[in-house]
């Protein structure tokens, strides 16, 4: 007999790559709470104590203590990595240092805040791709997260706070993790740390609780946590009920089975399943069992309506394949740890069904063991009751009843005159060995028809009295008994081996085929053979043809791979990946196409279409849900060919750019010393008292002027390469506005031009923190733009402001202004206003949004009503 405790093919070749990952990399660890100040990085510092208490190497990577006296106590005796120092437009920040923890390879490294944003200048943007590479090279990890970063719940978290939540981690990261603990404590409990100066400074503390940490907002950030580590520990219990085979359910929470078959009252069963786990907040299956008995294309149909039915409904769909449906309910729901299934009470049977066949209901009541079943009671189709004596529909042809009939005739016609020979005895082992053989090729219905006309006829024309129903002798009366039941026991069990066998086969066939395509695809090296190799295993699986278009970085699709396909089967396919639903041939979208289309989904995104060119309608409905199994193993393949692609480009750009900021930067250190030169021999040979030829003098001013112009060039070019390379020191100085916008426009020799110069300075204007030269170089900047930009005789204004925590300098002109549509890219590097007769290279208005973003303010442009452009820079007071 088949053993019912064996794990579905799927589920052992996910444990199995689960397995395979987790022996190769380190263990990670995450503790997660609620919010800030619940104590997450204390108590990852005391297991870490303990870990390094029984001799486990371990390493402090990186842990924010923010002035908390009884963490930075826990620091005191275990080994802490020296933090990595990257300077960022002028400002020095300290990150984890990943290289020397790799090349130290400890046994535990303790990375705090998972979440965070490196600075520009490390190798990953986020943390907790360093976690990654740690683990990667075999070190574990300990680390700690709030809620409200896990990407999926940060929506959720925004609606409850107000606060938008920027720094998130990939709900994939939690899937990772070995182990996680929360650490939770009640929302008084924190909100008195938070009035004891515990978890923030005195006056942000006052903030926080008017803010984010109201009492309410920490309830439903506590249930969020709970919650989160409620189905992880589900999902670990049954992960490890399934890898250690044991038999369910564990009632540690409430998760609901279904069955799903084509039956119309299917969709009603389905609703209650759903009202049921809503009302019971659990989780829900839906199952459906395939058996070998063949399925016709209207309850094919009406079973894939059913299926999708349970998936919008947010059903997780599991099929399994079993000879007796209610044994693989039973299964599933044991290997999937349900603790209430859900079924439909039977209808009313027929007089032959309720006198030999028991009722599915009482069935799965009597073997469901201690998973709780809720009967629903559903209505009848088409307002039959289906009482009354009727036969149970056949399962075999009419032709089958009548080769079996015909085979038992044609061997009792053969032993009939041989039988004086060889005895009736032996004529009755003879038929018993036809009915015993019959179901190799027969179904249940043929072989019952032959085990009970084969003693018939063996009474009737052997036994003697000879052709009569009579019979003379006791022992044949014995052996005709014997002989009815071993035919009938012989004819059923045979036939259940071989339904079994199908069965069997069938998970075979499904677990190599899903495991071929796996181990494919882990061997492809790039998309194209990622993809070549999905739709080489499909065409060989499915025996359909097939392709795949990916989708460009515009988000459309590309065809590169496919000739001859029609622009309507590409406008299918366009309908398909625009609303992620499958269309096409037989189903009910756009069932004019060829293909069958589907969405090529991956975990985070949609990358394209999958079609395939089934046979017949039936084909299709078999085969889907094999199919829609292959497609996620390819999406999945696809996104993770595309992240490592991103991630070999990302690094080629960095060490590009670092190569042309170190070119740059020399070149324009070369460039200064001749330039310098030459400009110190023009105003020289100006300068002579007899200079007297004209033309010659004019040449010299050209000269003169071109250098200075080319000196400018430099200087920005130096300009922008100290900004983007974090070189460029802000030195803070009280600054007078007056002073500082005298100074800017004598420098930027725009008095030449422009005719009326207005600048607005306060009687109580407050002194100015910056650096005076930067902030000056900004200024000149600008003037230089509104000179470069408007006509002769132009007006520039310079007015400042301020208020209790900014300064504010506006700078505007009353020229002809910038289109709209440059407004948005007028602060960009080397982006220029398409004008005639304007000089520039598109550097001096980027420099100076450097030089600001570097004061920690902001500046912004915009056209004015009267005509002209406005600029306003905002720095802190």
Known sequence: MEDESRPDPDELLRQINISERHHQKGKLKIYIGMCAGVGKTFSMLQDAAKAHGKGIDTLIGFVETHGRAETEFLLFYLPQLPRKIISYKGIELTEFDLDTALEKKPGLVVVDELAHTNAPGSRHNKRYLDVLELLDNGIDVYTALNVQHIESLSDTVSKITGIRINETVPDSILETADEIELVDISPEELLQRLSDGKVYTADKSKEAVENFFRRGNLSALRELSLRLAADRVDRQVRDYMQSNRIQGPWKTAQRILTGISSSPDSAELIRWARRVSYTMDATWIAVHVETPEPVDEKNRVMLNRNIELARELGAEIVVTSDVDIVKGIVRTAKNENATLIVIGKSGEKSFFSRLFVPGTTSRLLKESGSIDV???????????????????????????????????????????????????????????????????????????????????????????????????????????????????????????????????????????????????????????????????????????????????????????????????????????????????????????????????????????????????????????????????????????????????????????????????DSISHELKTPIAAIMGAVSYLLEKENMKDEPVRELYGEINTASERLNTLVGNLLDMARLESGRLIVSLKPCDAGDLANTAVEKSGIKKSVKNIDIVVPEDMPLISADYNLLEQALINILRNADMYTHNGAAVKIEFSFDTSSVSISISDNGPGAPESDIEHIFDKFYRIDRKNTGGTGLGLSITKGIVEAHKGTINALNLKSGGLKFTIKLPR
């Open 374 to 664: 809720f009967v629903v009671s559903g209505s009848s189709v088409n307002g039959e009751t289906g009482a009354g004596f009727r036969l149970p529909a056949p399962q075999s042809g009419i032709k089958q009843y009548l080769i079996s009939a015909g085979f038992v005739f044609a061997v009792a016609l053969l032993c009939y005159p041989l039988s004086v020979y060889m005895g009736y005895q032996t004529v009755a082992l003879i038929l018993l060995l036809v009915v015993s053989l019959l179901p190799l090729i027969m179904g249940p219905g043929p072989v019952l028809l032959a085990a009970v006309i084969s003693p018939v006829i063996w009474n009737y024309f052997f036994v003697p009295p000879r052709f009569t129903f009579l019979i003379s002798r006791s022992e044949d009366i014995l052996m005709f008994i014997a002989f009815l039941v071993i035919a009938l026991v012989t004819g059923v069990l045979t036939t259940r081996i071989r339904q079994r066998e199908k069965v069997m086969k069938q998970r075979e066939e499904r677990a190599v085929a899903l495991y071929s395509l796996a181990n494919d695809l882990s061997k492809a090296e790039g998309i194209p053979e990622a993809v070549s190799e999905s739709v080489k295993n499909i065409k060989k699986v499915f025996s359909a043809d097939s392709f795949i278009l990916l989708s460009e970085s515009g988000g459309k699709l590309e065809n590169t791979t496919v000739t001859g396909l029609s622009t309507k089967e590409l406008s299918v396919a366009e309908w398909v990946f625009s609303n992620g639903r499958k269309a096409g041939r037989f189903t009910d979208s756009l069932p004019f196409a060829e293909y069958v289309y589907y969405p090529l989904n991956g975990p985070r995104d949609t990358y394209g279409v999958a079609a395939v060119k089934f046979k017949d309608r039936n084909s299709y409905l078999e085969q889907e849900s094999l199919l829609e199994n292959f497609l996620k193993q390819t999406g999945s393949a696809v996104e993770r060919e595309l992240l490592n692609k991103k991630a070999g480009r990302a690094m080629i750009l960095e060490e590009s750019e670092k190569l042309y900021k170190t070119l740059f």
